[in-house]
Each structure stands twice: as structure tokens, then as C-alpha cells.
């Protein structure tokens, strides 16, 4: 619930103050999105190095199919870890970023704006008289996004009496996307596309715990006394929306001007990925009274693939954001039950 209610108070905040210094924070945001993709594209090299390396081995008889496929897991499973850490860091500079934009430290300076002057006879000047209208914007923009909210599960199509803490279930996304406008003389239908990093949590109720039973995983209750219990599994996705952007074009010396995200856009669209990993948290006071952690790591018949479907509806780059999986989270269990989360979503353009 900490980390929730960080970002959650982060975002609240920064839609509170996204008219200071918006284009100041976007310059920024947008370099730490693009840190982040180089780790990623790093460590994916590295791991591409390294799988051929194995392959090489195989050919060569220095270790058997399941010895090689056993070596390809182990180094994927090290490569996460350490795209995970390395980014770890890059999202405290996020966090950074958010609290400066909050406490007013960041300065907007509208570069696109120009002033001239112009005198009146009788010797009075004005000054500071700005054009307001923009450049085009390219065919395809990029943004980074962020998104956090209500965490929780469908169980034969209903949340009514989950087997979860409403309030405490939370979710958590980051990524970067590309928009490219589809039609060439309007701004109305949109293609966005990228990656995301999508961290869903659930928290049992009831001092219950997921327990692994061959191939099925169900909540039991621990034999312990918990202060809190987690489930956390962590997706890389590639989503893809079409996006209806009712911004107005412009005119200026007789060209049209196209702008993104200045007015009201809906998203429609959905999600494909993979898991990356998989965590059960379990929390409680020992004899001593010390606070006491144990963590879990494991597949828990969760599902390896993710898809679902998520739209999204807001005005300029904030919006009111929702996601359903379409599959179920676990494999093999009786009884079926799907993702569904709820949030505040940001692109910044």
C-alpha cells in the first residue's frame, strides 16, 4: 500500500500542477523514457550475446538440449533481474522529477512563442505581443507514460465480492509509445504503439496466502499472523491503440497545423506481452516484536503470456484509464479468474 499510495499522490499532484512548467517536465521526462529504452535495448543485446553463445556450446557437444535450454532460462531470468535494478534506479529520477514539477521548481520557457513590437504615432510602443500558434507537428510524435490506480480481479466476470482489498490492490505502468497520425489532412484517428512494464498486485484478505498445489494455486489461510500479504506479478507488453484526438487544427499563412493532445482524446485498443516475473510477499512480527518479511519467487502456474483489452479517455495528456485480461492469471486453476485494473493515466507528449 506505501508504493501505491506514493505514486498515487505523485499523480494526484501532478494533475494538480500540469500548468507549471509542463514543457520544461516533458524535455526531461522524455530523457529518462529514453534512458530507459537504451537499458532495455542494452540488456536485450547482451542477452542476445549470450543465448548465442549457449547455442554455440550446443553445436559443439559441450552440453545437451536440456543443459542448454536449462542455461537460456537461468540467463533470461539474470537479464530481468537486472533490467529490473537498472531501471529501478531510472524511476527514482522519475519520482525526482514528479516531486520538482510539485514543489515548483521547474520554469516553463515557451520557446515556440515569439514577441515583436510596434509603435504608435505619439510615441507609444507595445511590446510583448506573442504568436501563439505552433509548428506542425511531426506525422509520428513519442511519449512517455505513466499510469497508476485500483488493482483487482474478475471472477466469473465480477469484482463484487473479491477475494482482494479494494482499496489495497494496486497497479502500476510505465512506458514509451510512438503516435503516428493516420490520415493525412486530419487529426482525428491516431496509431499509438509501444512497450510498457506493467506491475499488477493483489492483496488477499482475510490473512490469506497463495499456496501452490501441483498444478493449482490457491488462497489458503497462513498459519502466521500477517500484517499484510502481496502478490505482485511484473509484465513487459506492447500495447497498441487507435486514439481519437479532438484537438482543432490550426491555420497559419495558409498551412495547416496539426497538434496532438490539446484537447479531448478516448483510446481504444489492448495489450500482448510476457511475464517477467512472479512474487508473494508475507509480512508479520516475530516473538520480538521485529518486523519480519518473507518473499516468494516463483511461477505459481501463472500464466507465462498476458492479453487483454484497455481504452482510455481524458483531456490534453491526462486521462481516466482502464485494462481487462483477457486471460486468466493462473494456468490450470477451477475456477477462472481475470485482471482488471482502474487508474489515472499520463502521456506526455
Known sequence: MRNFTIYLALSLCLLASKLVAQKSFETKAKAIATKIENITKEEKETLKKEI?????????????????DAK???????????????????QEELKDLVQDKVDGILNEVNSNQKKYSF??????????????????????????????????????????????RYWGSHFYEWGATLNTRLLKESNLLHLKYGFSVMYNNLR??????????????NLEVSATHLSDSRFKSVYLVAPVHFE????????????????????????????????????????????????VT???????????????????????????????????IFQN?????????????????
Not at 537461468?74 to 534506479?89: D, F, P, V, W, Y
Not at 488477499?204 to 494455486?217: E, M, S
Not at 486453476?333 to 507528449?349: E, M, P, T, W
Open 204 to 217: 488477499p484478505t482475510d490473512n490469506r496466502v497463495y499456496v501452490k498445489n501441483g498444478d493449482q494455486t
Open 72 to 90: 537460456k532460462k537461468e540467463l533470461s531470468e539474470a537479464r530481468a533481474t537486472i533490467i529490473e535494478n537498472r531501471i529501478a534506479l531510472v
Open 52 to 68: 548465442e553463445n549457449v547455442n554455440e556450446q550446443l553445436e559443439k557437444g559441450s552440453l545437451t538440449k536440456e543443459q542448454a
Open 333 to 349: 486453476n477451477a475456477v477462472k479468474q481475470n485482471n482488471i485494473s482502474l487508474g489515472i493515466r499520463f502521456d506526455f507528449n
Open 294 to 328: 518473507i518473499k516468494e519467487k516463483g511461477d505459481f502456474n501463472v500464466n507465462d503470456f498476458i492479453y487483454g483489452v484497455s481504452a482510455y479517455l481524458g483531456y490534453k495528456e491526462t486521462s481516466l484509464y482502464v485494462k481487462y485480461d483477457m486471460n486468466p
Open 244 to 291: 481519437f484526438d479532438f484537438s482543432k487544427n490550426k491555420s497559419k499563412e495558409g498551412k495547416t497545423i496539426f497538434q496532438s493532445h490539446e484537447s479531448v482524446r478516448l483510446g481504444i485498443g489492448g495489450y500482448a506481452g510476457f511475464r517477467l516475473k512472479t512474487k508473494q510477499f508475507q509480512i508479520f512480527d516475530d516473538e520480538s516484536g521485529h518486523e
Open 119 to 164: 509603435s504608435i504615432p505619439g510615441g507609444f510602443k507595445e511590446n510583448n505581443i506573442k504568436d501563439t500558434i505552433k509548428k506542425s507537428e511531426k506525422r509520428t510524435t513519442s511519449q512517455f507514460i505513466f499510469a497508476a490506480g485500483l488493482n483487482n480481479v474478475a471472477t466469473n466476470h465480477k469484482v463484487a465480492g473479491s477475494d482482494f
